[in-house]
């Protein structure tokens, strides 16, 4: 049984298109993020969302967004991508103070 | 700013010696500092997880040291084997645990 789930694991689209990238977990974790790792393997918070709260990322552009439907799921959404969304995002959860599941990620191609 | 810093982009070892990967921070006071290993083309992968208040964590062939004065990790993979190879990343959370912030990582490479 994979943890940490994301659809789809590569992604190719043209500019300008709206576009989402699904991610569930079965871990019963209560905290889910979204991170970008960009073509030189940084790793970057986008979001972190439990149930109370979302906090996101000053940098990352409100094109981005997270959709919660339950605790399980965290969906993120991207309008209008550009040339420079191109990357490889993670989703991730994790309970407390303990380490966190990456999924195996969605590798985005915008051209 | 904040700043992880991964003292080296690559480290080559020989099987059987010991890594030793360096992690710096600055103007950060983190609650937990942990150790991840990422293989090409896949998530990172939890290691160890250590607290602002212990010095040490062992884990098998594993060890983190944790200096809040130094504001630095060392990770130690002791009888280090080739299957070892990958990028180790550092990684540091505060109090809430829901923004965890990464260095930017040290390739490891050990020859057989």
């Known amino acids: 049984d994979t943890a940490v789930s994301q659809t789809p694991k590569y992604l190719v689209t043209q500019m300008g298109n709206d576009k989402s990238i699904k991610c569930e977990q079965n871990?019963?974790?209560?905290?889910m993020y979204w991170y970008k790792q960009d073509s030189k393997k940084f790793l970057k918070i986008m979001f972190s969302y439990n149930n109370k709260e979302l906090i996101i990322n000053e940098t990352v552009p409100n094109r981005f967004s997270p959709k919660s439907p339950d605790k399980a799921h965290l969906n993120l959404h991207i309008n209008s991508l550009e040339l420079g969304d191109s990357a490889v995002y993670f989703c991730?959860?994790?309970?407390?103070?303990?380490?966190?599941?990456f999924g195996s990620g969605t590798r985005l191609t915008v051209v | 700013s904040q700043k992880i810093e991964q003292n080296s982009e690559a480290l080559n070892i020989q099987e059987g010696k010991t890594a030793t990967l360096t992690c710096n921070y600055t103007?950060?006071?983190?609650?937990?500092l942990q150790w991840y290993r990422q293989d090409p083309g896949r998530g990172p992968v939890f290691l160890l997880l250590i607290r602002e208040n212990e010095k040490e964590k062992r884990k098998e062939r594993l060890k983190v040291t944790f200096d809040t004065t130094l504001k630095q990790s060392l990770f130690h993979i002791t009888a280090s084997q080739p299957a070892d190879s990958a990028t180790y990343l550092c990684a540091l959370d505060g109090y809430d645990n829901n923004d965890m912030r990464f260095g930017a990582g040290t390739r490891l490479t050990v020859k057989p």
């Open positions: 103007n950060y006071s983190p609650a937990y």
């Open positions: 991730a959860s994790s309970q407390a103070s303990y380490g966190y599941t």
């Open positions: 871990l019963g974790h209560d905290t």
